[in-house]
């Protein structure tokens, strides 16, 4: 191993350093503009998440439908007893709501001493008032 010498400079300040090479020139017909990409932006994202968002929707619809069902079935309800039993008006008795029944809307008919609770485009039930025995819950 006499014979043998390290070549390689040891030290980066003696080390040769050589010009790299220039990077390619733009051509004019290019310069200044964004090159495209094969994945085109934010929009194959978007519609990706939409697709997503609509399965979602399709598959938890018998879920929201029945909550409606039962929201609408227990608004009609509360708001007969409060209505027919108790004498209140009709906007008085959105007021004893649960929380998160602000979509349940209720309307009456006087005539048949029924009311109606909504919710739009899911359910509606109807609860007609039935003397001594109560609101009853319309099949």
């Given amino acids: 191993m006499a014979g043998v010498t390290n ?20 051509p004019p017909h290019l310069r200044g ?3 495209d990409g094969k994945r085109g932006g934010c929009l194959p994202w978007a519609i990706g998440c939409g ?4 399965i979602f929707l399709i598959w938890q619809f018998p879920s929201f439908k029945a ?5 609408s ?13 108790q004498g209140r ?13 602000e979509m349940v809307s209720l309307s009456e008919d006087p005539a048949t001493k029924t009311v109606t ?4 485009l899911l359910a509606s039930r109807s609860a007609r008032y ?10």
């Fill in 89 to 101: 008006s009709l906007e008085s008795c959105q007021t004893d709501f649960e929380p998160g029944m």
């Fill in 51 to 54: 697709v997503l968002f609509l």
């Fill in 33 to 35: 503009r964004k090159r």
């Fill in 117 to 120: 609770g909504s919710v739009p």
């Fill in 67 to 71: 909550q409606a069902e039962l929201g």
């Fill in 7 to 26: 070549t390689n400079p040891t030290d980066p300040a003696t080390a040769d350093h050589q010009p790299s090479a220039p990077p390619p020139e733009v």
């Fill in 73 to 85: 079935a227990y608004a009609a309800r509360v708001g007969c007893s409060c209505r027919y039993v």
């Fill in 130 to 139: 039935a003397g001594a025995s109560g609101c009853l819950i319309n099949p």
